[in-house]
């Protein structure tokens, strides 16, 4: 297994537009987690699923964002009408335990220009 | 709520210096989780370390090395022997019992020099 993959790794989209990430987590993980980070600072928490089920949700997350995990697999994370404050890495992360260890995809970078 | 502070937000040092990064952290539970990260160019984290709440005892995985400290709610990473490749962002990290949701530190910037 090759780790979290996150596609696409850079994303360049004019305001207004809607922009679909996906994780693909490490195959054996029930749990995957969407986090935000924005230049110079650490990642926040967006969402978590356990496995199809979406079970936290930052309040960070507003309206125009949406995340799912269908077959609790892998999973996208949609903004709708992107605004220039979405701008920002978007990291997807998996994990088998719930305190444990998070792997890390690359992330997908977002400009909104 | 909780809160993870890196007062340092760039340190740079000689290559075979050694360095401490410092974390300090809030929380109301008496049962959580402490991590470290390492976030080289790539962007991708890497996991370093986690401690629980329990387990005061410092831990030494070779060059580096953590200092775990309930009493003043620090959990210090250092470097021993600094080199080139351990550039990167560090970020300390901390969940408690319940949560699902890793809350980061702003990260400290390591940048060592040959």
């Known amino acids: 297994d090759t780790g979290v993959s996150q596609n696409p790794r850079h994303k360049i989209t004019k305001r207004g537009q809607n922009v679909t990430f996906r994780c693909d987590p490490i195959?054996?993980?029930?749990?995957l987690y969407w986090y935000r980070q924005t230049l110079g600072q650490g990642p926040e928490f967006l969402t978590y699923?356990?496995?199809?089920?979406?079970?936290?949700k930052s309040r960070l997350l507003s309206d125009r964002f949406s995340a799912e995990r269908p077959k609790g697999s892998f999973s996208t994370l949609e903004i709708q009408r992107t605004e220039q404050g979405d701008s920002a890495m978007y990291l997807c992360a998996s994990s088998v335990h719930r305190d444990g260890e998070l792997f890390f995809g690359e992330g997908s970078r977002l400009t909104v220009l | 709520a909780q809160k993870v502070t890196q007062a340092q937000t760039e340190i740079s040092v000689v290559e075979k210096e050694d360095v401490t990064l410092d974390c300090v952290y809030e929380t109301r539970d008496t049962t959580y989780y402490l991590f470290w990260y390492k976030q080289p160019p790539s962007g991708e984290l890497v996991f370093l370390i986690r401690r629980n709440s329990f387990d005061e005892q410092n831990e030494i995985s070779g060059r580096y090395s953590w200092n775990f400290q309930k009493s003043t709610s620090s959990f210090n990473f250092t470097i021993t022997a600094s080199q080139v490749v351990d550039s990167a962002v560090y970020f300390c990290a901390l969940v408690n019992n319940a949560g699902n949701m890793l809350t980061f530190g702003g990260g400290t910037r390591l940048m060592v020099k040959p």
């Open positions: 699923f356990q496995n199809e089920a979406q079970l936290e």
């Open positions: 195959s054996e993980h029930n749990r």
